[in-house]
């Protein structure tokens, strides 16, 4: 069984998730929390505690792996500067103990987790609820947000179409992902979404990812790189 830090950073709210994910790919919740710091803290106190939160996670966890979302550039300069002072933190964190590190875009962790690069965050937070067997999606966002990027290197880490006697082993995202990634016209991504869309079971956001997925293959929409 393969345990995964996954690490959302942030100065203000760092989301820290942990899930272990069995050899048939199918992920459970073992650890999610955000380290908060306050706006108006020094810089380098910010960085500490943020620094020590992470810390503290991997020693009571030991993950066998840490993902972190890779820091891209934004029109606000300000936040994306905060996102990567987070995110060295976290690679150096396992970097000192000797844990591999996987990089996840955003694109990439909403792709693995609902088969869509482009859903928004309310669709991750549905899917990633799905994925883990949960009946609400974590909160606030940034720990839904650390949650799918563990499931992403997870899942990354051996292609699930090899795993298991046959798709049966498969969960809905599982199975999207796997499609998209073969560019199978025939993706089981809608079906997963409209069960999510079902009362109680994800609202109209999941409905609206699998038409979204639906107008990108025809050519309707263009998929962020």
């Not at 993950?63 to 994306?80: I, K, L, S, W, Y």
């Not at 591999?100 to 694109?107: D, E, I, K, R």
């Not at 966002?141 to 880490?157: E, G, S």
């Not at 409209?194 to 293959?217: E, I």
Request: aromatic letters at 2%; one cysteine or more.
């Amino acid at each position: 069984m393969l345990r995964v830090l996954g690490v959302d950073p942030g100065l203000t709210r760092c989301g820290v998730g942990v899930v272990e994910v069995t050899p048939n790919r199918r992920a459970r919740l073992v650890h999610v929390t955000v380290v908060r710091t306050p706006a108006d803290m020094a810089l380098e106190q910010r960085l500490l505690r943020i620094a020590d939160g992470i810390a503290a996670e991997i020693d009571d966890h030991r993950p066998d792996a840490v993902a972190v979302e890779r820091v891209f550039a934004q029109a606000n300069v300000r936040t994306v500067m905060g996102t990567a002072q987070a995110a060295g933190l976290a690679l150096h964190a396992a970097a000192a103990r000797g844990l591999p590190v996987g990089l996840h875009t955003p694109s990439e962790v909403k792709a693995a987790v609902t088969g869509y690069g482009n859903a928004d965050k309310r669709q991750v937070q549905t899917m990633i609820a799905r994925v883990l067997g949960l009946d609400e999606a974590p909160k606030p966002a940034d720990a839904a947000d650390a949650l799918a990027l563990a499931v992403c290197h997870a899942w990354r880490l051996g292609s699930p179409d090899r795993v298991g006697p046959g798709p049966s082993t498969l969960t809905p995202a599982q199975r999207a992902w796997r499609d998209a990634q073969a560019g199978t016209a025939d993706s089981p991504l809608a079906r997963a979404a409209a069960a999510a869309s079902r009362p109680g079971a994800g609202g109209a956001a999941a409905a609206r990812l699998g038409a979204a997925a639906a107008a990108r293959r025809s050519g309707s929409v263009g998929g962020r790189p």
